[in-house]
């Protein structure tokens, strides 16, 4: 279900690309009347074609929030990438949708639901409308979903009974629930919703799965738990009920890097989300009545707003994650209000501040539960969220100055950039298998604030710390904004081209903790680590190779598969095949197979092998086809994959290859 999102009903930039007879074709009459015809797909097309916000409202209301990603889906006009195309959005809209919605929980799913200390829930009671979102803490495994096969969520702990869902006597069979599962170490999130089927007389509840998807990872903030609390330890102490914000519920709004957002609709169920920035990027307005936030670019599905267009009643939940644990839970009627349509002075100031808002989301406070010691846990902030924007006027903190350029393959060039000025020493530091945050300037244009984008960091942590240097490696991608103007770049331009450096982030490889985002120590790093990569989906690959050849911890055994079409399309075959002395010296076990699958394959293995034949390389092999379990079983150390508590995998490509990749892993 859904493929492109309904991004180009909010995209200012899509008329555009319309090509110029369907403009002149459409109108306002025609979009109206394929709303009365019942035909939701062409009164879609006609409006984006119009860019008329008045008119999308009249059809987005005309369709079911959970389905709208399917009408657009279904349109299957070749127009349809003109009309939602937005610096990336439909490529990414059309890779995530057919896998986002699931009727059960996924099994790649279900491992991440238990281990979590707390578990976010939001109520929505079909009959009034009602809405509170609220979190039930308690020690890890509370919240199951492996028993019932991922078709319910049964949580064995209790709501705190201060909790203004639990006063509102939503704790019951028939109220509708959208749920959050996360990691907030790995930042790893996945989205349910669905209907409590069954309460106990403990107050523990489960709730029978309509809906299951993942959700992208943007804006969230690292975090680890200090204290592990007890499931109700401090429900004594008595909750405040309040019509609108005082001073210390301000202090906890106005502090927090996140809150979850609950909404929902009596024909469509209930949703909840989180929302993240930096501290303050919520606002509390006009004496406490008024909760005020930017709506920065996510993954384009706009769940949560497409429910407060058919149903405003929503709620919010804040919880002082670091500190005393404080809960504020606020419900109320939710709007929407675009760049351009705002007048409020108070908000006027919020657009000036966040010029990366796309909108400001504003909730009219109806209700509010203050709640002492909420949370059980004592949290850890560990490190803010690289993608929350920087604050207006604070300018670049350091610029990432282009050194040179060198080309890998037909379509993938690396870069080399040095940060100016030159940090202090140990003041930035780049772990292994991270990707860097840069901003690009040149390429703002008209918008309030420039585009932004991740890369790998292909050179090794030493580099950077000796010479303040790193190295990113970029395929052009058609129409792709970033890499065609890096590919484009002269050497003359290189010298002026302007890029901001905004930070170092993630942790995908087998030197780092996922838990923790530190290094790992010797004696906790898996014996065998494998890669199975396509394209320039091999990037993490060789950050992995540059960091193992540097310092340890190390595997005793590394294998990187890399697919690749044809040969023009292999980068960086010299640093796979240079590896295997480096690491042969370090008594690691060292083998890359590069996997043709062009039409030409068998051919061009034939040419591969020969020239790595005339070097003596013996680390690499050359295969004709694609990534199977055979293939797998063939090639993996055998005690590899007998042991599966000594092997870690990381798989990087298209969407497709790496479902492909997965279920050859699970079947070898």
């Not at 950077?464 to 050497?491: C, E, M, N, P, Y």
Request: charged fraction near 20%.
């Amino acid at each position: 279900m859904g493929t492109a999102g309904i991004s180009g009903i909010y995209g200012s930039e899509t008329s555009r690309f319309v090509p110029q007879m369907l403009t002149k074709a459409v109108s306002a009459p025609a979009v109206l009347k394929a709303l009365d015809d019942g035909d939701i797909a062409r009164a879609m097309i006609l409006a984006l074609a119009l860019n008329d916000y008045g008119l999308l409202r009249k059809v987005y209301e005309k369709v079911p929030v959970h389905s709208i990603q399917l009408v657009v889906a279904s349109i299957g006009s070749p127009l349809l990438p003109a009309l939602l195309w937005k610096q990336g959005t439909v490529h990414t809209s059309d890779e995530m949708g057919p896998r986002i919605y699931h009727k059960v929980i996924p099994e790649s799913y279900r491992d991440m639901v238990g281990p979590q200390p707390h578990f976010m829930v939001s109520f929505f009671d079909p009959n009034s409308n009602a809405s509170w979102s609220s979190l039930v803490f308690a020690h890890p495994g509370f919240a199951d979903c492996e028993t019932s096969d991922g078709t319910q969520i049964d949580v064995d702990a209790a709501l705190d009974p201060r909790d203004a869902a639990a006063v509102a006597g939503m704790m019951k069979p028939g109220i509708m629930v959208g749920a959050v599962a996360i990691d907030f170490m790995t930042r790893r999130r996945n989205r349910f919703n669905g209907v409590i089927n069954h309460v106990d007389q403990h107050g523990h509840f489960s709730i029978r799965i309509t809906q299951a998807f993942g959700n992208c990872p943007k804006y969230i903030t690292r975090r680890r738990v200090q204290r592990m609390g007890q499931n109700l330890e401090f429900v004594t102490e008595p909750a405040i009920e309040a019509s609108k914000i005082g001073a210390l519920e301000q202090s906890v709004i106005t502090s927090a890097d996140n809150m979850y957002f609950g909404t929902g609709t009596a024909e469509h169920g209930a949703d909840m989300n989180i929302r993240g920035g930096s501290p303050g990027f919520v606002r509390v307005l006009h004496g406490g009545s008024t909760i005020c936030w930017p709506d920065y670019t996510g993954n384009g599905f706009y769940m949560s707003l497409g429910n407060v267009q058919l149903q405003k009643n929503a709620s919010l939940v804040f919880v002082d994650w670091d500190g005393t644990g404080h809960g504020v839970q606020v419900a109320g009627s939710v709007r929407t209000i675009e760049r351009s349509e705002v007048t409020d002075a108070d908000m006027l100031k919020v657009l000036e501040e966040e010029p990366q808002a796309l909108r400001l989301v504003v909730l009219a406070v109806q209700g509010l539960r203050s709640i002492p010691r909420y949370s059980p846990h004592v949290y850890e902030k560990v490190e803010l969220s690289p993608y929350n924007p920087r604050p207006q006027g604070s300018g670049p903190e350091y610029l990432a100055v282009l050194q040179w350029v060198r080309q890998e393959s037909q379509d993938v060039r690396t870069f080399e950039l040095q940060l100016a000025p030159l940090p202090k020493a140990g003041s930035i530091v780049l772990k292994p298998g991270q990707h860097v945050r840069l901003a690009l300037p040149d390429l703002q244009g008209k918008e309030a604030s420039p585009p932004e984008r991740t890369w790998t960091v292909t050179s090794s942590p030493q580099w950077f710390a000796d010479h303040a240097r790193f190295q990113i490696s970029v395929k052009l991608k058609h129409g792709g904004l970033a890499s065609t103007w890096l590919h484009q770049l002269s050497r003359e331009e290189m010298k002026s081209a302007n890029i901001h450096f905004l930070g170092f982030s993630g942790e995908f490889g087998p030197q780092l903790d996922p838990s923790s985002g530190e290094l790992r120590s010797q004696v906790s790093m898996p014996r065998h680590s494998v890669f199975l990569t396509a394209g320039i989906g091999s990037t993490p690959a060789l950050a992995a190779l540059s960091a193992l050849v540097e310092s340890a911890p190390r595997p005793e055994t590394l294998t990187i598969f890399s697919s690749v079409r044809a040969i023009s399309e292999l980068a960086f075959f010299e640093r796979l095949a240079e590896a295997g002395t480096s690491l042969a010296q370090l008594s690691v076990t060292y083998r890359a197979v590069i996997l043709l699958t062009g039409t030409d394959a068998a051919k061009e293995k034939q040419k591969l092998e020969m020239m790595l034949k005339q070097n003596s390389i013996s680390s690499v092999l050359v295969e004709a086809g694609r990534l199977s379990t055979k293939l797998l079983t063939d090639l993996m150390p055998a005690e590899a994959m007998q042991v599966s508590e000594n092997i870690e995998a990381f798989v990087c490509g298209p969407a497709g290859f790496e479902s492909a990749a997965r279920d050859a892993w699970t079947a070898a």
